[in-house]
Nanobody, 122 residues
């Protein structure tokens, strides 16, 4: 599976962005999909995940309510809608595909996209 993330950019605090991650191949629906982010000088952290059917979603606690993960299996794409953005949301955002394991851990993900930069100005 190859993943291509897009949709990042520069936005003012309080604004919104929607990230997309397009997957190649015909097995997209067999993967749990996740979003992670890495801020400058910090480790990569879990943001959100969505089950294969899209029936369940998971978020890191501080982001729930502002961020929404969704997927369209017909389009092989997963999305991350980010609202009320804050300067501390500035990071490179990565999408990833997992065939199993805990959605929270980086080690559970088999494939990664190249990342898309999100910069939130104050």
């Amino acid at each position: 599976v190859q993943l291509q993330a897009s949709g990042g950019g520069l936005v003012q605090a309080g604004g919104s962005l929607r990230l997309s991650c397009a997957a190649s191949g015909r097995t997209f629906s067999s993967y749990v999909m996740g979003w992670f982010r890495q801020a400058p000088g910090k480790g990569r952290e879990f943001v959100a995940a969505i089950t294969r059917s899209g029936g369940s979603t998971y978020y890191t606690g501080s982001l729930k309510g502002r961020f929404t993960i969704s997927r369209d299996n017909a389009k092989n794409t997963v999305y991350l809608q980010m609202n009320i953005l804050k300067p501390e949301d500035t990071a490179v955002y990565y999408c990833a595909a997992s065939s199993g394991g805990s959605y929270y851990y980086i080690s559970s993900y088999d494939y990664w996209g190249q990342g898309t930069q999100v910069t939130v100005s104050s």
